[in-house]
C-alpha cells in the first residue's frame, strides 16, 4: 500500500499545476486527474503507469515508511560517519582584515591571529592524517575563509601546493574555493588562485561606492581598487560569484550595484550576483525584513536575468542536503590560524567554540556534545511535519546553539518551493 510522501509540494504557475519534493527533488508538471490521486480524492490501481511513476519518483511511499525518521537517520548516520568519502575543511590563515563590515560574524571575535611556521607544519600533518587513515576518501574540497585570507596568500599558497600534491599521490580529488573581500584580489593572486585549483571565488560587495565604504568603513580607493581586481580577476578565474548582502537601506542601491558591475564594466555573463538576507535585530524586525528580501530578491533575479542574461546571476536550486550541515561531520572541521579547531566558520576567533586543534586533534567530548546541538537542530516539533524539512533540516546549529528563532518559516518554505520549481520551467 502507499501514501503521499510528506514531502510533497504544489506550485502553481501560469494556470499551470506542478509538484516538487524536497527528498528526490523530483518535479512534474501534473493534471488535476494526477493530483486527485496524489491527494487520495479518487482511487487508483497501484499497477497503473502513473502510479508507478509517482511511486518511483518519491511522490508515493509505502504506506508503514517514517520518512522524517528516515531523514533524521541518514543525517546523523553521515555526521558519525568514520568512513566518509569526502574530506571538507575550512582553512583561516589569518583572522586580520582590512575592514569592519557592521554585519560581520568577526566582531564578536577575540583573535587577530595569523599562522605561523608551526601551525603551517602542524595543519599539513592534520590534513594528511585525515586524508591517508582510510582508503574510502575520494575528495578534498578545501574554502579558504577569514579575516581575509589574501592577507595571507603566502600561506594559502604552501598548504595548497602540499594538499595538491598528497590528493595527487592517493589519487584523491582535490578542489578549493575562497571567500574574500577582494581588496588584494590583483593579477598576481588571481592567477595564484587558478594554478591552486581555486575553482570559486566569493567576494563581498554591498552596494555603490557610497553605501561600501559606510558598510566596511572603507575608502573610495578600497572600493574603486575591488571593483578594477573583479573586472581583471573575470578574466583569470573560473567562476566569480558577487555577494551582495542586502539590508533595509541597499535595496535601491543593489540594482545600481548590478548596472555598475554588469554594464559599465562589462562584466556580463563574467560574474554571478548573488543577493542574500542579512538577518539582523529583534526577531520581528528579522521576519519583516526577510517579507521585504522575498519580494527584493524576486524582483532582482527578473532584472538581472531579463538585461544581462542568467549567467549573471547566481541561481542554485535547492536540494536535499542529507545532513545539517557538512561541517557538523566528525571528520570535517574549521582551521584557525592558531591551529584551533571549530565545528562552524563563524566560531572563528571565539574560544568558547574550540574543539581541539591540529596539535593535539579534537576532544570527543566536544564533538559529541555539537552533534547533540545539530540532533537538537533537527528535532524540533515545528520541523517534524514541514513539507520542506529534507532542505531546510531544521536551520542553521549556530542558531540553535545562539537561540536564535527562525525568521520566518512560513516565508523561507514559500520561497523555497519557488526557488525549487521557478527556475526549471
Same mark, same amino acid.
Given at each position: 500500500?502507499?501514501?503521499?510522501?510528506?514531502?510533497?509540494?504544489?506550485?502553481?504557475?501560469?494556470?499551470?499545476?506542478?509538484?516538487?519534493?524536497?527528498?528526490?527533488?523530483?518535479?512534474?508538471?501534473?493534471?488535476?486527474?494526477?493530483?486527485?490521486?496524489?491527494?487520495?480524492?479518487?482511487?487508483?490501481?497501484?499497477?497503473?503507469?502513473?502510479?508507478?511513476?509517482?511511486?518511483?519518483?518519491?511522490?508515493?511511499?509505502?504506506? +508503514?515508511?517514517? %520518512? =522524517? @525518521?528516515?531523514?533524521?537517520?541518514?543525517?546523523?548516520?553521515? #555526521?558519525? /560517519?568514520?568512513?566518509?568519502?569526502? &574530506?571538507?575543511?575550512?582553512?583561516?590563515?589569518?583572522?586580520?582584515?582590512?575592514?569592519?563590515?557592521?554585519?560581520?560574524?568577526?566582531?564578536?571575535?577575540?583573535?587577530?591571529?595569523?599562522?605561523?611556521?608551526?601551525?603551517?607544519?602542524?595543519?599539513?600533518?592534520?590534513?594528511?592524517?585525515?586524508?591517508?587513515?582510510?582508503?574510502?576518501?575520494?575528495?578534498?574540497?578545501?574554502?579558504?575563509?577569514?579575516?581575509?585570507?589574501?592577507?595571507?596568500?603566502?600561506?594559502?599558497?604552501?598548504?595548497?601546493?602540499?594538499?595538491?600534491?598528497?590528493?595527487?599521490? +592517493?589519487?584523491? %580529488? =582535490? @578542489?578549493?574555493?575562497?571567500?574574500?573581500?577582494?581588496?588584494? #584580489?590583483? /593579477?598576481?593572486?588571481?592567477?595564484? &588562485?587558478?594554478?591552486?585549483?581555486?575553482?570559486?571565488?566569493?567576494?563581498?560587495?554591498?552596494?555603490?561606492?557610497?553605501?561600501?565604504?559606510?558598510?566596511?568603513?572603507?575608502?573610495?580607493?578600497?572600493?574603486?581598487?575591488?571593483?578594477?581586481?573583479?573586472?581583471?580577476?573575470?578574466?583569470?578565474?573560473?567562476?566569480?560569484?558577487?555577494?551582495?548582502?542586502?539590508?533595509?537601506?541597499?535595496?535601491?542601491?543593489?540594482?545600481?550595484?548590478?548596472?555598475?558591475?554588469?554594464?559599465?564594466?562589462?562584466?556580463?555573463?563574467?560574474?554571478?550576483?548573488?543577493?542574500?538576507?542579512?538577518?539582523?535585530?529583534?526577531?520581528?524586525?528579522?521576519?519583516?525584513?526577510?517579507?521585504?528580501?522575498?519580494?527584493?530578491?524576486?524582483?532582482?533575479?527578473?532584472?538581472?536575468?531579463?538585461?544581462?542574461?542568467?549567467?549573471?546571476?547566481?541561481?542554485?536550486?535547492?536540494?536535499?542536503?542529507?545532513?545539517?550541515?557538512?561541517?557538523?561531520?566528525?571528520?570535517?572541521?574549521?582551521?584557525?590560524?592558531?591551529?584551533?579547531?571549530?565545528?562552524?566558520?563563524?566560531?572563528?576567533?571565539?574560544?568558547?567554540?574550540?574543539?581541539?586543534?591540529?596539535?593535539?586533534?579534537?576532544?570527543?567530548?566536544?564533538?559529541?556534545?555539537?552533534?547533540?546541538?545539530?540532533?537538537?537542530?533537527?528535532?524540533?516539533?515545528?520541523?517534524?511535519?514541514?513539507?520542506?524539512?529534507?532542505?531546510?533540516?531544521?536551520?542553521?546549529?549556530?542558531?540553535?546553539?545562539?537561540?536564535?528563532?527562525?525568521?520566518?518559516?512560513?516565508?523561507?518554505?514559500?520561497?523555497?518551493?519557488?526557488?525549487?520549481?521557478?527556475?526549471?520551467?
Amino acid at each position: 500500500m502507499y501514501k503521499k510522501s510528506a514531502y510533497n509540494n504544489y506550485y502553481n504557475n501560469k494556470g499551470k499545476e506542478y509538484i516538487w519534493n524536497s527528498l528526490t527533488g523530483a518535479m512534474a508538471l501534473i493534471d488535476e486527474h494526477a493530483k486527485d490521486i496524489i491527494e487520495g480524492r479518487c482511487e487508483e490501481s497501484e499497477d497503473t503507469e502513473l502510479v508507478k511513476i509517482l511511486f518511483n519518483n518519491g511522490f508515493f511511499v509505502n504506506q +508503514n515508511e517514517d %520518512e =522524517y @525518521t528516515l531523514v533524521k537517520e541518514r543525517c546523523m548516520k553521515r #555526521l558519525k /560517519d568514520d568512513n566518509p568519502n569526502e &574530506l571538507n575543511l575550512v582553512i583561516s590563515p589569518t583572522l586580520k582584515c582590512q575592514y569592519r563590515c557592521s554585519y560581520c560574524f568577526e566582531n564578536g571575535r577575540d583573535s587577530y591571529a595569523s599562522m605561523n611556521d608551526k601551525v603551517e607544519k602542524a595543519v599539513m600533518d592534520f590534513v594528511k592524517q585525515k586524508l591517508c587513515m582510510t582508503d574510502s576518501i575520494k575528495r578534498c574540497r578545501i574554502s579558504w575563509f577569514g579575516g581575509e585570507p589574501l592577507l595571507r596568500i603566502d600561506v594559502i599558497e604552501r598548504l595548497s601546493n602540499y594538499f595538491m600534491k598528497l590528493c595527487d599521490d +592517493n589519487g584523491i %580529488e =582535490y @578542489t578549493a574555493s575562497i571567500i574574500t573581500n577582494g581588496r588584494d #584580489l590583483t /593579477d598576481s593572486a588571481a592567477k595564484k &588562485l587558478k594554478a591552486l585549483n581555486v575553482k570559486k571565488v566569493q567576494i563581498s560587495v554591498d552596494g555603490t561606492k557610497k553605501l561600501y565604504c559606510e558598510r566596511k568603513k572603507a575608502t573610495e580607493e578600497d572600493y574603486e581598487k575591488t571593483i578594477n581586481n573583479i573586472e581583471n580577476a573575470s578574466e583569470i578565474l573560473d567562476k566569480i560569484v558577487i555577494r551582495l548582502n542586502v539590508s533595509d537601506d541597499n535595496f535601491t542601491d543593489a540594482y545600481n550595484l548590478a548596472d555598475e558591475l554588469l554594464d559599465r564594466h562589462g562584466l556580463k555573463g563574467k560574474i554571478k550576483i548573488s543577493p542574500a538576507c542579512t538577518i539582523e535585530g529583534s526577531y520581528e524586525a528579522r521576519k519583516k525584513h526577510y517579507k521585504e528580501y522575498i519580494a527584493f530578491e524576486k524582483e532582482y533575479k527578473a532584472y538581472i536575468e531579463g538585461r544581462y542574461g542568467k549567467k549573471s546571476y547566481h541561481t542554485k536550486i535547492p536540494c536535499a542536503r542529507g545532513t545539517v550541515c557538512t561541517l557538523a561531520a566528525v571528520n570535517n572541521f574549521c582551521i584557525g590560524p592558531s591551529g584551533e579547531l571549530y565545528k562552524c566558520e563563524h566560531h572563528f576567533g571565539r574560544h568558547q567554540y574550540i574543539v581541539g586543534s591540529v596539535f593535539d586533534g579534537a576532544d570527543s567530548k566536544k564533538q559529541e556534545d555539537y552533534l547533540a546541538v545539530c540532533e537538537e537542530t533537527i528535532d524540533k516539533k515545528e520541523c517534524i511535519k514541514c513539507s520542506v524539512f529534507p532542505v531546510c533540516m531544521g536551520g542553521c546549529p549556530n542558531a540553535t546553539i545562539g537561540k536564535i528563532m527562525n525568521y520566518d518559516c512560513d516565508s523561507y518554505k514559500n520561497h523555497l518551493i519557488y526557488k525549487a520549481v521557478e527556475p526549471r520551467l
